[in-house]
């Protein structure tokens, strides 16, 4: 059985643990199994090696042989400048490698910003009393509190909630609160709603919960050690620059083995002869060639970042120019994460229809207006202020919510308002509408007919071909979500930021 | 399903470790209706109350579930033990936990070493096979693998790394016995592959061969245990007997 269907007891069972807590030895005991709590990094290879690295790729090599062989050449005829040019290029390679090496090391730095996402104390019972521990000495089994605020240090399965609502946006990117239960769910555990994540945030309520995974092995872990798997291919810069070194040692080999013969013909002694190839060999190989490509890509990354664009990787400057499709994530990052009332469409425009709306768009809704400020999910906070702005508070009493789901895509409540009793839904089109039998056209309910249908449908696309999001407002007066009465299109925005367009057009 | 286990032994231990070794053997034993024998291992002197509970605990569950099950408290080493048990009692299989005795090449019979690292995730869902080299065991490796693809109803992934005939016979094995799989085939061994894999398939248990001890295994033998020591999920790591083959 796993942790999100077991029942109380049964977890209890599964982690080894009471109700009191983990004892401080079998605490200890399973600190030393399964380690500390925390994020770190499974370092693919050391850092002595990250640096030694940058001494041996390629061109780097090339440039050694052009080293040494200017130092022997020094040594068979000194006095020629040889031994300059030598320290030269070995001045070139330590300057190169040691700027490499940098970019390298800051952009392996990911996972610190990782870290940042997990608190650093936590209330917890052990030994049936309440201690703070550090968030890195959790181990599973261990029995803490969930509060409001708090971040969640660790995979937990809760067993007791008030209320508790917590927001998986580190995890999954999706801002929509989750309201945590200690009941059994079946189903996987990511999706389970008796499970907080270490990295999401708790925004209302407390609770209490049981660390079952830490550290690595954790939903935060998994993605921490994801971004720790991906393979860098070299750059198209990269592969042309390999391939250029390769040629021109081959080439410079070749030409000075040429020059080599030549003197042989010419019957110069065989050291005269090496020491001629020697200096052609140097001479060809393009020392200039690393720093120059470095200092040239140092400068586009400075001259981006007048742009406002952070190039971590130098290499990254060429690789851009060579980018075909540009792959973005859109709301908060293309857009301003600010969802408005853009557009509405009424079968009917009469002041009946629209209050009907607006007291849709007010009630069934869990935002909140609080403290002079809107809490909640965006669109709904949207939906909220838009009807606000239009009507005061609105009596009425809620008995009851269905709510929201990724699958049926909407949401209803059943509320007693003016002494009826009525079910209000708002939704995607493509649900909520089937479910639609008749449509409000100002204190009458008509039939929905097929024109009407057609004639909301063409309203929809065209809302949608403006980039809107839209939902259906409909309601019941019989049983929640059947034979449901159609009020409205709302269609909403979430404005693009102001520089987007230029961006983009540029 | 034909089963070469027909005598599973298990080590319990005191602790929440053996817990995963215990869970495993029991469903393991359910589903091909294996002879069960839990033994729990003390040392001189040593209180083993709690080790007498747990025993009685598995042996209450293997009951309800309709197994012959055996329960022994013994006192000694445990390598000693369990060598003595498996020759007396013909053991075909025997899970120990990931802190189970060394020297466990020696005993003569087939080894599970569990490692659990989530206790959350006990039951896997899903399942990920890591198959490599030649595979000489092709066939008690498809009767585990179909063995836990019926105990847990789950979602096997299998990973096959290396070019071996052996696969493919494995593999039509699997397929005739109505196994549900994804395969995936790589060249060579590579750490970094086989943990994007886990992760990525969100695989709950890794079920890998033990590496062979020869010297010209080093190198993967190093990958391997780098693969052990840094497992993003439940482990076992399952040495076949060659027994099993004939």
Request: include cysteine.
């Amino acid at each position: 059985m796993r942790i999100n269907e077991a029942p109380l007891e049964e977890v209890f069972r599964l982690l080894k643990t009471t109700e009191n807590g983990l004892s401080l030895s079998e605490a200890q005991k399973r600190l030393t199994y399964f380690g500390y709590n925390e994020i770190r990094e499974i370092r693919k290879r050391s850092l002595l090696l990250m640096f030694l690295s940058q001494f041996t790729h390629f061109l780097a090599l090339i440039l050694w042989l052009a080293a040494l062989l200017a130092f022997f050449s020094d040594f068979l005829h000194p006095g020629e400048g040889m031994r300059h040019l030598g320290w030269a290029i070995v001045t070139v390679i330590i300057i190169n490698a040691l700027f490499a090496f940098v970019q390298e090391y800051k952009a392996e730095r990911a996972i610190e910003k990782l870290k940042l996402l997990l608190p650093s104390k936590v209330r917890a019972i052990r030994e049936g009393r309440e201690m703070e521990l550090h968030v890195r000495e959790l181990v599973p089994g261990d029995l803490i509190f969930l509060e409001e605020g708090a971040k969640v240090p660790a995979d937990v399965r809760v067993i007791e909630a008030y209320g508790l609502v917590v927001n998986n946006a580190p995890l999954t990117g999706e801002s929509l609160p989750v309201s945590l239960t200690p009941e059994p769910q079946k189903g996987e555990l990511f999706t389970s709603k008796n499970i907080a994540f270490a990295g999401a945030t708790v925004l209302s309520g407390h609770g209490k919960g049981i660390v079952f995974a830490t550290g690595m092995h954790t939903e935060f872990g998994r993605i921490a050690r994801l971004t720790e798997t991906v393979q860098w291919e070299p750059t198209p810069l990269q592969r042309e620059i390999s391939y250029t070194s390769k040629s021109i040692a081959l080439i410079a080999i070749l030409i000075g083995l040429f020059f080599f013969m030549i003197g042989n013909l010419l019957k110069r002694t065989f050291w005269e002869n090496f020491t001629f190839a020697i200096g052609v060999i140097v001479a060809l190989v393009p020392e200039g060639m690393l720093p120059t490509v470095t200092l040239s890509l140092a400068l586009g990354s400075q001259r981006l970042a007048r742009r406002k664009t952070l190039v971590k990787k130098l290499s990254a400057v060429e690789a851009l120019g060579s980018v075909t499709v540009i792959c973005t994530d859109k709301t908060g990052t293309l857009t301003q994460n600010k969802m408005e009332v853009k557009r509405l469409w009424l079968p009917e425009s009469s002041e009946e229809t629209f209050k009907m709306l607006l007291k849709i768009a007010y009630l069934c809704n869990n935002a909140a207006f609080v403290n002079d400020q809107y809490k909640g999910d965006p669109t709904e906070v949207a939906l909220l202020k838009f009807a606000r702005q239009k009507i005061s508070k609105i009596e009425a009493q809620r008995l009851s919510e269905i709510p929201f789901d990724a699958e049926r895509k909407r949401m209803t409540i059943l509320c007693e308002m003016e002494g009826k009793r009525l079910a209000l839904t708002k939704g995607a089109v493509e649900t909520v509408l089937p479910l639609c039998t008749h449509v409000l056209y100002g204190k009458e309910k008509l039939p929905f007919t097929e024109d009407m249908r057609k004639n909301l449908m063409e309203t929809y696309y065209a809302m949608m071909d403006e980039g809107l999001r839209v939902l259906l407002f409909a309601y019941s007066e019989d049983i929640p979500e059947e034979n449901m009465i159609l009020v409205g299109l709302v269609g909403l925005e979430d404005p693009p930021r102001p520089e987007v367009k230029e961006a983009i057009l540029n | 399903m034909r089963t070469i286990y027909k005598k599973i032994l298990v080590q319990i231990s005191d602790d929440f470790i053996s817990e995963g070794a215990a869970y495993f053997a029991l469903k393991v034993a359910r589903e091909v209706k294996s002879h069960l024998v839990l033994c729990f291992i003390h040392e001189r002197g040593q209180e083993f109350e709690k080790g007498e509970r747990l025993l009685k605990k598995y042996f209450l569950e293997a009951e309800k579930e309709g197994l012959k099950v055996e329960a022994l408290i013994k006192e000694g080493r445990p390598f000693e033990i369990l060598e003595d048990l498996i020759k007396k009692e013909a053991i075909d299989l025997l899970f120990v936990p990931g802190d189970g005795p060394k020297k466990l090449d020696q005993l003569l019979c087939s080894i599970a070493i569990v490692k659990i690292v989530n206790l959350g995730k006990l039951h896997p869902k899903r399942i990920l096979f890591l198959l490599k080299g030649n595979l000489p065991s092709w066939k008690e490796n498809a009767n585990l693998i179909e063995t836990f693809y019926h105990a847990f109803k789950t979602k096997v992934f299998l990973v096959c790394c290396g070019k071996s005939e052996n696969f493919n016979k494995l593999l039509f094995h699997l397929e005739k016995a109505g196994v549900k799989m994804e395969v995936e085939f790589y060249p060579s061994f590579s750490h970094n592959i086989i943990i994007f894999q886990i992760l990525s398939k969100r695989a709950d248990l890794l079920i890998l061969e033990k590496t062979d001890q020869r010297i010209l295994g080093f190198l993967r033998r190093r990958e391997s245990q780098k693969l052990i020591r840094e497992t993003p999920c439940n482990l076992i790591i399952f040495r076949p007997f060659s027994k099993h083959e004939n």
